[in-house]
């Protein structure tokens, strides 16, 4: 077998540590001066409401942006800025919309993972070349087992495509494992899964934090990451707001405001409040008061 043994590291050490990490698209900081830990055996979440930044910083972490400003270590070593190179230090990743070879089958798709993780590359696992038929075999039973481990096996053979969504996510994080990280980052693996899926996904992330994976996961679902998480980091506006356990984080009132404020501006009840004082100012005299629907 070609595989390294990326996975084995003492829990509780680095294993990612990003520090001051900026990303800026023009005129706009997505990310802001962020500092993040993920330590050996853990398994951590990134939450924050739509458009915080969460996928910005998993593209600056994974080498598909490079860093305005900031630094990102993998074990102590600085990443090198490149996709397929970050996953060969042994960092993988699960992408928001799913990308997968849709007119290949299930096993392809696991195999073609692995090509970071044996000699004869991407290009000979697609094109079946002969160093590619010798390599095949421990490849294989190797994908084999994964399929195994998330449950997928019996479909080995099917196209990609014909799974059902829910399957399709599991064979991305098959595919992800495939290049035998010791860090995996899943960005929201549960969307569009119905409650089972998220249950069933959950003992996933378990188990493989259980085989010394450590795990980072962006997810929308406050209580998937809550029962998940040994620690949680809430992302607003580009910026590290709070970061705690799971108790700590759910206990805090800036993350509640941020959550429940999405959809207004500021906090949360001060739209509620300005209409009482609204009111109460029209109630006093009707002609100083306004409302949004009747200015100008
Ligand atoms: N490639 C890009 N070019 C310009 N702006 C971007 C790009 N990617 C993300 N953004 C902006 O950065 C901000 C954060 O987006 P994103 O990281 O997708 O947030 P999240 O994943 O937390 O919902 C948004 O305002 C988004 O429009
Ligand atoms: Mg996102």
Redesign the pocket.
Known sequence: MTTNTTTESTPGTPVLEAAGVTMR??G?T?VRNVDFTVNAGEIVGLI?P????????FNCLTGLYIPTEGTVRYKGNVLPPKPHLVTKAGMARTF?NIRLFANMTVLENVLVGRHTRTKEGLWSALLRGPGFKKAEKASEERALELLEFIGLEHKRDHLARNLPYGEQRKLEIARALASEPGLLLLDEPTAGMNPQETRATEELVFAIRDKGIAVLV?EHDMRFIFNLCDRVAV?VQ?EKLVEGTSEVVQADERVIAAYLGEPFEGDPGEAEAAEIAAAEAGAADSTTSTTKGEAQ
């Open positions: 698209f023009g706009l997505a924050g739509n458009g915080a930044g969460k996928t910005t910083f928001q962006i992302l580009g």
